[in-house]
């Protein structure tokens, strides 16, 4: 896209020519139509549960209340899609704190934090998710002090992304494999699962926000269709990269790569 600016040169009362400026704007109408789409995500998304909250509200009111296993139920429902929503609106905050944080450079790089230990801590928090899924969750690290430039908070948000996606997304009698292995200038951090699998062509599509393979099935283990953006946005930050290995039917591996503080 191209925005030009057309000037009159005038001499005396004489127009003796024009002057045009032509400006390059494809970044910036691609950031425009982007940012469009993102707040017209965001409203659906967050209507959808308060659409449902308000609809069993007044079910329970214009009678259902009478019912109380039927009001048991809707009750339930109500609680889950608030539920909901707390997800959302944090997941939104988050990834507009990173945005934020992207543009402006000048903050101070974080302290060091041990890699490893994060996600021992965080793959112990989970344990007990894997098991009422009926899942085998293993977690390897190798010795060394791991150390990653990242703040704790985003460290262990994105390893919980990735590993409670792993554990969403693989039926029953499966299992999450998470490790981290000292290669060199570089860690890598690998989950990989034995679950659903990504078709080839949604892979490219993955980490943009709000995109889903099956936003019914996101919806139903309570996806917010944002967590892998977040995990973007933080590997970005570790300057790591991220790639995906995925075999429908068969499971899926997130591999990171992460440069290691050196230590002097
Ligand atoms: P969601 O909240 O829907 O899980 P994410 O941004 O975390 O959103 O992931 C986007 C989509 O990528 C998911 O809806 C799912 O379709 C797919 N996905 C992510 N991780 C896995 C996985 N380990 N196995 C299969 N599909 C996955």
Redesign the pocket.
């Known amino acids: 896209f191209l925005r030009m600016a057309i000037a009159p040169m005038i001499q005396g009362e004489k127009t003796i020519g024009a002057v045009a400026v032509m400006e390059d704007v494809t970044e910036l109408r691609k950031l425009e139509v982007m940012r469009k789409e993102f707040v017209a995500n965001v409203s659906h998304e967050l209507k959808t549960p308060l659409t449902s909250i308000k609809g069993f509200a007044e079910t329970l009111r214009d009678g259902a209340l009478e019912q109380p296993e039927q009001a048991k139920r809707f009750l339930t429902i109500i609680d889950e899609e608030a539920d909901r929503l707390t997800r959302l609106i944090n997941d939104i905050l988050n990834l507009s704190r990173m945005e934020n944080q992207q543009e402006a450079p000048g903050e101070p790089l974080p302290e060091p934090v041990h890699f490893g230990r994060l996600v021992e801590d965080t793959a112990e928090m989970l344990a007990e998710t894997a098991r009422k899924r009926g899942l085998e969750l293993t977690v390897s690290v190798d010795p060394g002090p791991l150390l990653v430039r990242v703040k704790a908070d985003d460290g262990r948000q994105m390893i919980l992304?990735l590993v409670d996606?792993?554990l969403?997304?693989t039926p029953e009698g499966g299992r999450v494999a998470v490790s981290v292995r000292n290669a060199g200038e570089t860690l890598i951090f690998s989950v990989s699962?034995t679950?659903?699998?990504?078709a080839k062509e949604h892979i490219p599509r993955?980490f943009e926000r709000f995109?889903?393979?099956?936003k019914g099935r996101?919806r139903a283990?309570g996806?917010?269709?944002?967590?892998?953006?977040i995990v973007k946005h933080i590997v970005l930050a570790m300057k790591g990269t991220i790639d995906v290995q995925?075999e429908e039917g068969k499971g899926?591996a997130f591999t990171v790569h992460i440069p290691k503080v050196k230590l002097n």
Not at 195 to 198: L, R, S, V
Not at 223 to 229: F, M, S, V
């Open positions: 992304n996606n792993a969403k997304y699962d679950g659903i699998g990504i993955l995109y889903r393979v099956d996101s283990l996806g917010t269709g944002l967590g892998l953006a995925s899926t």
